[in-house]
T-cell receptor, first 111, second 116 residues
Framework: GEDVEQSLFLSVREGDSSVINCTYT??????LYWYKQEPGAGLQLLTY?????DMKQDQRLTVLLNKKDKHLSLRIADTQTGDSAIYFCAEKYSSASKIIFGSGTRLSIRP | EAGVAQSPRYKIIEKRQSVAFWCNPI?????LYWYQQILGQGPKLLIQ????????DSQLPKDRFSAERLKGVDSTLKIQPAKLEDSAVYLC??????????????FGPGTRLTVT
């Protein structure tokens, strides 16, 4: 089945780390993505991870993948006010280029 | 490099009226996607074009939605007649190839449709 689930909201203090979690159902997914959507804008690809990787780090972003539990997380270190946005987890099947998106997690930053 | 352009940015229509959205992808991108994003949800793929051929339109409500991609470049998405549940943001995206593999999709800003 096709399903990607995320919690709806996350609030963190400026300077702390944010961890956004996602679970997916399709074990054949090849690529897993994190997209960012700011108000009134389209989606922007933040980072992605291949299904044969456990972790990927890119500056302040760390992606962790647990294939056994079908769990993906995005950690944002030193969260800033500019990180306020909706973050979408997405998966891509091995055999097609169709991407399935979760419902998004709204990250808000408090001073 | 210019991004994906969409117009109009906002549209308000009454139910049973018709509406059309336009998308100009990034130059040289072979694949073009139309997504529907209902408030509080993630984008859902409506149709995918590879050049000017349809690759996937399994989620397009074909009784009221239609899309075309002329000469493999610009695309239009039409709704006729519109229903209240069509209120959403319609996102256009393009990618270089669209084949399996890490082929990044670049999104336009979207058209927010309100059906009253």
């Amino acid at each position: 089945g096709e399903d990607v689930e995320q919690s709806l909201f996350l609030s963190v203090r400026e300077g702390d780390s944010s961890v956004i979690n996602c679970t997916y159902t399709d074990s054949s997914s090849t690529y897993l993505y994190w997209y960012k959507q700011e108000p009134g804008a389209g989606l922007q690809l933040l980072t992605y991870i291949f299904s044969n990787m456990d972790m990927k780090q890119d500056q302040r972003l760390t992606v962790l993948l647990n294939k056994k539990d079908k769990h993906l997380s995005l950690r944002i270190a030193d969260t800033q006010t500019g990180d306020s946005a909706i973050y979408f987890c997405a998966e891509k099947y091995s055999s097609a280029s169709k991407i399935i998106f979760g419902s998004g997690t709204r990250l808000s930053i408090r001073p | 490099e210019a991004g994906v352009a969409q117009s109009p940015r906002y549209k308000i229509i009454e139910k049973r009226q018709s509406v059309a959205f336009w998308c100009n992808p990034i130059s040289g991108h072979a694949t073009l996607y139309w997504y529907q994003q209902i408030l509080g949800q993630g984008p859902k793929l409506l149709i995918q074009f590879q050049n000017n051929g349809v690759v996937d339109d399994s989620q397009l409500p074909k009784d009221r939605f239609s899309a075309e991609r002329l000469k493999g470049v610009d695309s239009t998405l039409k709704i006729q007649p519109a229903k209240l549940e069509d209120s959403a943001v319609y996102l256009c995206a393009s990618s270089l190839e669209g084949t399996g593999g890490r082929d990044e999709q670049y999104f336009g800003p979207g058209t927010r449709l309100t059906v009253t």
